[in-house]
């Protein structure tokens, strides 16, 4: 097989990118998230100065209205810092981090943007801010929410090539971890040094831990968005029974639908499947999307469909929550106390 010149990846990038941008005019609803993955198509071709742009024109559009508007000021942040903006990059950042956002991301964005332009300290001073602003306590004893592992595991590398000993937040990343390579190996600055010896015991052992390193990847990076199960709130599927009564064979009663989401997941998890979540339907977005498609909301075909497009627009929330985390049913119990019991 012909390999992929950098001409033709680069092709490929700017032709998804462009793709994207126009489903974003078809779904401005979803303008954050498909702009957003339009702008790193764009940077993977080395358009960066148009990824700033996309950057630039959904903060424009009005910040107020994005899920993220941190983790989108973040990401420009870090594009600019990569075409020779240094001194707006680093403004970005500081405002990133004087926000104090609620999610993970934006956070893991603006470190790691510093943790590559060698600034060490001030990548771990922005990893160890996100846990205070997150509410992570460092506490080994206590389950983190999964969403924080990306920060506790950034702090931990980045401490490592510090040489900083382990404090409460490296165990609480070593709990998370779940590869078959201990994090201290895996973050041990020292690795570098195995790339460049001509001992093979040395090689062959610095192979194995990069395997071990990106093998979880493979999977992710085959399957960009989850394996999702379409999910509705009670008050949204009383309306889409009302409204289409033929779909009432799907779901015969709200509590039957929430046992068949957790069993149909957890029938997929048994199976090998990774990359699992749970995707939250209304019915207008439902009608929305079938006078998009041509296509009767009544037909039952069209609920994979649906399913499917809300996970690729990011609409997925991981599956399963950490036991101490809210439900993905919406109750206001834990994972641990509601559908999490077994």
């Not at 603006?110 to 001030?122: I, P, Q, V």
């Not at 989850?226 to 008050?235: M, N």
């Not at 009663?253 to 979540?277: D, F, I, Q, W, Y």
């Not at 929330?317 to 049913?329: D, G, I, M, S, Y």
């Amino acid at each position: 097989m012909r390999p992929v010149t950098p001409a033709e990846a680069a092709a490929d990038h700017l032709a998804e990118a462009d793709r994207l941008e126009q489903t974003a005019e078809r779904y401005p609803q979803d303008a954050e998230h498909l702009l957003s993955r339009a702008a790193a198509h764009l940077e993977l071709a080395g358009e960066r100065a148009r990824a700033s742009a996309l950057y630039d024109r959904l903060l424009a559009d009005g910040a107020a209205s994005l899920e993220d508007p941190a983790l989108v000021r973040a990401l420009k942040a870090a594009n600019l810092w990569e075409y020779g903006h240094e001194a707006e990059a680093r403004a970005v950042i500081d405002g990133v981090r004087a926000a104090a956002p609620r999610t993970p991301e934006p956070w893991v964005v603006a470190a790691e943007a510093l943790e590559a332009h060698d600034e060490l300290s001030a990548a771990l001073e922005t990893f160890t801010e996100a846990l205070g602003a997150l509410g992570v306590a460092a506490d080994p004893d206590r389950e983190p929410p999964r969403a924080v592992g990306p920060v506790l595991f950034g702090r931990h590398r980045v401490r490592r090539m510090l040489g900083a000993a382990h404090d409460g937040w490296d165990a609480l990343a070593d709990r998370l971890h779940e590869g078959s390579v201990p994090l201290d190996e895996l973050h041990d600055p020292k690795r570098v040094w195995s790339l460049g010896s001509d001992d093979p015991t040395e090689l062959a052992a610095e192979i194995s831990r990069l395997r071990a390193e990106l093998g979880g990847y493979r999977q992710l990076l085959s399957r960009p968005f989850p394996v999702a199960v379409l999910h509705w709130p009670a008050g949204e599927l009383a309306e889409l029974l009302a409204g289409h009564p033929a779909l009432a064979a799907e779901y015969p009663s709200h509590p039957e639908h929430l046992a068949a989401v957790e069993g149909a997941l957890r029938e997929l998890a048994a199976s090998g499947t990774a990359n699992l979540g749970v995707v939250t339907g209304t019915v207008p977005a439902y009608e929305a999307f079938a006078a998009a498609e041509g296509a009767n909301p009544a037909d039952a075909a069209l609920l994979p469909q649906f399913t499917t497009v809300l996970a690729s627009r990011g609409r997925a929330r991981a599956w399963p929550p950490a036991v101490t985390e809210p439900c993905w049913c919406g109750s206001e119990r834990t994972y641990g106390e509601c559908h999490g019991v077994r």
